[in-house]
């Protein structure tokens, strides 16, 4: 955006003292346009027209619309923001605290069986808190919160309240704690946090395990969990699909009838033909964490994007655990697009077949509109498709490591990272702007992350 920062201050100014204004009219002009819509495509030098909180056209010369904020949006990229389908929210102060855990094993006994039990409340904010403001940061504007450490109800009432306070698009999957005391109020408490909590901003889902292997029966998929998900009307987001009795699972789900688009499975790494049949034929979604499988090692350790191609099923992506990994969603695309094209290439080495690559755009559909729709969030967010809600990024494509432009998708997936993103719209209200995430006090969130951390840690050596 080329404007001094007096104007750009101004035009935040404009922003701030009209957010309350259902009707509020804002555009962005002279930006390239990728809309992630397969109908419009990548529109050159149009503009962008919100209107309240949602996406009221896209194209050229809109900027006559009556008193509109204008945002002179030359030499950015507008896109969807992106959707993470899962993040064990709550770690966010153990960042990288074991940056080389190299199985599922090591990583549950050191936080799960560790450090899950020492939270309190405040402890589920802080983490779920800075979590969602990176997200931010990095463009991440829907958040599924796969919050597993809610020993209390208070502990459940935190992680909301901290997604409701960022304004981050936040989905609060709830699950009971793996290990160590609890209140057993999870699944039921459920329908009370929809009720005091929910909002168009704000949705929930049930979480919950694939089998029993790491957490006994009482936390994996099945009728009852299937039963209470109608009830409440939400979605069901499995963890820790993986292997051969994760794939015997899928095939008894299908048998009772419990797949289908409403289910998210995450990883889904080393399934068998027959367990992605079932996933194929039943519509049934899925969530990769492209370094989470590859780095931590899960199952395979191969991100299953070919697998699920194969079946029908274009895939969700996701940030997984911020204790050993990236927290943003260039890693998780520039991973798997690097992941899936060496794997390509190489199984054809040496002979005269064609190797099936994936490209950029398919990894930034993965990143936005089929996040969104693993998310149960498709017909909202997920791409800049008028009617829909207005979550959207301008990049910053001249800046030093994205100039020249030459090709907008390129640029996103392989070229920018947190710094080139420079504002960051959620339902048509400003969270980033000018490259800052907005009503941050940072000293004082560094204050009170490092005092949760030093007390989590003192509480578990």
């Given amino acids: 955006m080329h404007h001094d920062d007096t104007a750009r201050q101004t035009v935040l100014d404009q922003l701030r003292r009209t957010a309350g204004d259902p009707h509020r009219r804002i555009v962005l002009t002279g930006a390239t346009v990728v809309t992630m819509d397969a109908e419009l495509g ?12 949602a996406i009221a056209a896209v194209g050229r010369d809109l900027i006559a619309a009556d008193g509109a904020i204008v945002i002179d949006a030359t030499g950015t990229i507008l896109t969807p923001g992106f959707v993470d389908t899962h993040r064990h929210a709550w770690e966010a102060q153990l960042r990288r605290i074991m940056p080389d855990v190299d199985d599922l094993g090591s990583y549950v006994t050191a936080t799960l069986l560790g450090y899950a039990p020492a939270y309190r409340p405040e402890d589920m904010y802080i983490g779920t808190k800075l979590a969602a403001l990176t997200a931010l940061d990095s463009g991440i504007t829907t958040m599924l919160d796969f919050s597993h450490n809610s020993r209390t109800p208070a502990h459940s009432d935190a992680a909301v309240q901290a997604l409701v306070d960022t304004g981050i698009r936040g989905i609060h999957a709830a699950m009971g704690p793996h290990f160590g005391e609890w209140d057993r109020q999870w699944p039921g408490d459920l329908a009370r946090l929809q009720d005091q909590f929910g909002s168009d901003l704000l949705t929930f889902r049930l979480g919950t395990l694939a089998t029993d292997e790491i957490a006994g029966p009482d936390l994996a998929y099945g009728p009852e969990i ?41 990883h889904s790494t080393g399934l068998t033909g027959e367990a992605w049949k079932a996933i194929g034929d039943s519509g049934t979604t899925i969530a990769l964490a492209p370094t989470s499988d590859a780095q931590i090692g899960l199952d395979t350790a191969v991100p299953a994007v070919d697998e699920a191609l194969s079946v029908g099923v274009r895939p969700g992506l996701s940030i997984d655990v911020e204790v050993a990994l990236a927290s943003d969603m260039f890693t998780q695309m520039r991973t798997l697009h690097a992941i899936q094209r060496m794997r390509a290439v190489n199984a054809v080495h040496g002979t005269d077949r064609e190797p099936v690559r994936i490209g950029a755009a398919d990894v930034l559909d993965f990143a936005t509109l089929q996040g969104a729709r693993t998310n149960g969030l498709q017909d909202v967010v997920g791409s800049l498709t008028p009617g829909k809600q207005a979550d959207l990024l301008v990049i910053n494509a001249e800046e030093i490591n994205n100039m020249p432009l030459n090709d907008a998708i390129g640029t996103v997936v392989l070229g920018s990272d947190a710094r080139n993103i420079d504002a960051v719209f959620v339902a048509g209200q400003v969270r980033k702007w000018n490259g800052r995430v907005l009503d941050i006090d940072i000293q004082a969130l560094r204050r009170e992350t490092a005092a949760s951390r030093d007390r989590i840690l003192t509480a578990t050596s």
């Fill in 42 to 53: 990548v529109l050159q030098n149009a503009d962008l027209l919100i209107e309240g909180r």
């Fill in 226 to 266: 299937a039963r209470l998900a109608k009830e409440l009307g939400v979605g069901v987001s499995v963890d820790a699909v993986l292997g051969a009795s994760s794939s015997q699972a899928i095939l008894e789900w299908e048998r009772q009838g419990l797949l289908g688009p409403d289910l998210t499975l995450i």
